[in-house]
């Protein structure tokens, strides 16, 4: 990445700061992320540090538009660099060298640092470094002759299309076509059962038709899978981003960029029938604009979308127990297998360069590789 980049690291908790001004500012932990341990007696970082890291934050949230779980990443571990630059007895960033960097990187790495916790921090002191030599906080960039090893990166697990149909049924549904297996197993073994079958059109027995939850979590799979959308996109939607008579949906992404994303007639029958049925009776004033609501009418929180998304495929079984961001790997995953192109699918993801993207050709090669191996004769 280069010396400039501000891609983001990953959200996570981080470190907070009492208000600048305070004397000998000592950063304390929010509870989100555990902070660096600070032994008795090393000194706080300095107030020209406090300082740059303040209007560094404030350049991330006003002018990058950076997310507040990006900002919090990026406080906590640049005040991780601080205080190890305090404790070399340095006062500001101009004093920053590429020895500082590297002994603070070892340091994390001799206290049992992953690969992918290096390559993040390295990442935010390249950024902040960047940015310091630019505001003239410094006379130099450090950070752009940093080098860190790269994570390692797992090929993400994603549903089998067949899997990924069987998620999207509704609950009713799923039951009804276990009992029919079972019916259906029941008549080989020993002729057809009495009663006989009930009708393929027939009412289902424990219709979701009048379950609020049941309809909101229908309208979460469909959504996630049909728009390959992040969870923070989809409970960020508000009703009017919807234009369902065109089937396209406005998303508001990372760093409040804006996308159009195209999704299908089962996400847009979903999500009418939550409008007409489901979201009326959750409704208050709280829920404002937002498309998907919580049982209390908030809106609906990202947390509460992960356990609907575990839940339903647990009801289902079988398949890999996948949250919301699964299914954005499963979708992406299928629309290259189904032929399109990679730049057509970056676009869709919202992905800011090709290389991210293509992680998923390696899952499609992977896959492709797996059922040569179960199905040629000379594999």
Request: with cysteine; charged share 25%; hydrophobic share 35%.
């Amino acid at each position: 990445m280069g010396a400039a980049s501000l891609d983001p690291p990953p959200a996570g908790s981080a470190t907070e700061r009492p208000p600048a001004g305070t004397p000998s500012p000592k950063p304390v932990t929010d509870g989100s992320r555990s902070a660096e341990p600070v032994t008795d007696g090393v000194p706080a970082y300095s107030p020209a540090f406090a300082a740059a890291l303040d209007e560094f934050l404030d350049h991330l949230r006003l002018e990058q538009s950076r997310s507040p779980h990006t900002v919090r990443a990026y406080r906590g571990d640049l005040t991780s660099l601080f205080e190890h630059a305090a404790r070399l007895a340095l006062t500001s960033p101009a004093q920053l060298e590429l020895r500082t960097l590297r002994s603070w990187l070892a340091k994390l790495s001799s206290t049992g640092a992953s690969r992918a916790t290096l390559a993040r921090r390295a990442s935010s002191a390249r950024t902040f470094t960047a940015w310091a030599a630019r505001r003239g906080h410094a006379t130099s960039d450090p950070g752009a002759r940093l080098a860190a090893a790269r994570p390692s990166r797992h090929l993400p697990t994603v549903l089998r299309q067949d899997e990924a149909r069987r998620a999207m049924q509704p609950p009713a549904r799923v039951a009804d076509e276990r009992a029919a297996e079972e019916h259906a197993g029941g008549e080989r073994a020993g002729g057809e059962r009495a009663g006989g079958e009930r009708p393929a059109n027939g009412p289902a027995a424990g219709s979701p038709g009048d379950d609020v939850e049941a309809l909101r979590d229908q309208a979460i799979l469909e959504l996630l899978y049909a728009g390959a959308l992040r969870v923070s996109e989809l409970c960020g939607l508000d009703v009017d981003d919807l234009d369902l008579s065109r089937r396209t949906v406005r998303v508001l992404g990372k760093g409040r960029k804006e996308r159009v994303v195209p999704v299908g007639v089962p996400a847009v029958d979903a999500t009418r029938r939550w409008l007409a049925e489901g979201r009326p009776r959750w409704v208050t004033e709280a829920s404002g604009p937002a498309l998907l609501l919580g049982a209390r009418g908030g809106r609906l929180d990202p947390r509460t979308a992960r356990r609907s998304v575990h839940r339903r495929l647990a009801a289902v079984g079988g398949l890999p127990d996948l949250g919301p961001h699964g299914l954005r790997h499963t979708a992406a995953t299928h629309l290259l297998e189904g032929g399109a192109d990679l730049r057509s699918v970056q676009e869709l993801l919202g992905h800011a360069t090709l290389a991210t993207t293509q992680i998923y050709t390696h899952v499609s090669i992977e896959r492709l590789r797996a059922t040569y191996e179960r199905a040629h004769p000379r594999a």
